[in-house]
T-cell receptor, first 112, second 109 residues
Framework: DTGVSQNPRHKITKRGQNVTFRCDPISEHNRLYWYRQTLGQGPEFLTYFQNEAQLEKSRLLSDRFSAERPKGSFSTLEIQRTEQGDSAMYLC??????????FGQGTRLTVV | GIQVEQSPPDLILQEGANSTLRCNFSDSVNNLQWFHQNPWGQLINLFYIPSGTKQNGRLSATTVATERYSLLYISSSQTTDSGVYFCAVRINAGNMLTFGGGTRLMVKP
C-alpha cells in the first residue's frame, strides 16, 4: 500500500464551474476525513466518514459542497458553482480504529 | 470546541542549533500527532504521542496529557528540517483531528 492518494494534485477552474476531487485511503482504514487548508493556516476539518456513513460535517461545508464514500472505499468531494474563496488545499486523511491518521498529498484548487 | 495553540509561530535557526516547539490544548485528548508539512504541502507524520515520550533520530516528543501540552524537540537542525510543524489533537469523545496554527521553521545554512 502506497498510502493515501489524492487526485488531481492541482486544479485550476473558472468561477462558477463544478469540480470533483478523489481520495483513495489506505486500504484497511475505515475512517476517512476531508480537510481544507488556506495559506498560512492549519488544516480545518470539513467532513468525516466511517465506512460509507458520513457521520460529521463542519459548518464550513456549505450547501455547495458534497462528499460521498460509496462502498466505504474511495471518497469524492464535489464543489458546485465554485467561488474564489474556495481556492485552497484540500487534504484527505484516513485511519483505522485507535490509530494515527495519515494524509494524502492534497489537491490544490485555484478558482480564477 | 477544543483550542490548540502552538508556539512560537515563527522560528529561525542556524544549522546545527536545537529547538523546542510547544503545543497547548484546552481539553482532555486521546490522540495527539505531530506533523511536518513539506514545501509541496504534504503532511508527514512525525509522532503519534497521546502521552509519554518518543524519539526518532534527531527528533523527540513529549506529551504531558494531565497538563495539556506537548513538546517537539529538534536537535542538530538541518536545512531540510525547514517547513511548518503542526500539532493536532483528537478529544476523547470526538473523531476529527483539530490542528494548531503551526510553527514555521526556517533553518539557515
Amino acid at each position: 500500500d502506497t498510502g493515501v492518494s489524492q487526485n488531481p494534485r492541482h486544479k485550476i477552474t473558472k468561477r462558477g464551474q463544478n469540480v470533483t476531487f478523489r481520495c483513495d485511503p489506505i486500504s484497511e482504514h475505515n475512517r476517512l476525513y476531508w480537510y481544507r487548508q488556506t495559506l498560512g493556516q492549519g488544516p480545518e476539518f470539513l467532513t468525516y466518514f466511517q465506512n460509507e456513513a458520513q457521520l460529521e460535517k463542519s459548518r464550513l461545508l456549505s450547501d455547495r459542497f458534497s462528499a460521498e464514500r460509496p462502498k466505504g472505499s474511495f471518497s469524492t468531494l464535489e464543489i458546485q458553482r465554485t467561488e474564489q474563496g474556495d481556492s485552497a488545499m484540500y487534504l484527505c486523511a484516513s485511519r483505522g480504529s485507535n490509530t494515527e491518521a495519515f494524509f494524502g498529498q492534497g489537491t490544490r484548487l485555484t478558482v480564477v | 470546541g477544543i483550542q490548540v495553540e502552538q508556539s512560537p509561530p515563527d522560528l529561525i535557526l542556524q544549522e546545527g542549533a536545537n529547538s523546542t516547539l510547544r503545543c497547548n490544548f484546552s481539553d482532555s485528548v486521546n490522540n495527539l500527532q505531530w506533523f511536518h508539512q513539506n514545501p509541496w504541502g504534504q503532511l508527514i507524520n512525525l509522532f503519534y504521542i497521546p502521552s509519554g515520550t518518543k524519539q526518532n533520530g534527531r527528533l523527540s516528543a513529549t506529551t504531558v496529557a494531565t497538563e495539556r501540552y506537548s513538546l517537539l524537540y529538534i536537535s542538530s537542525s538541518q536545512t531540510t528540517d525547514s517547513g511548518v510543524y503542526f500539532c493536532a489533537v483528537r478529544i476523547n469523545a470526538g473523531n476529527m483531528l483539530t490542528f494548531g496554527g503551526g510553527t514555521r521553521l526556517m533553518v539557515k545554512p
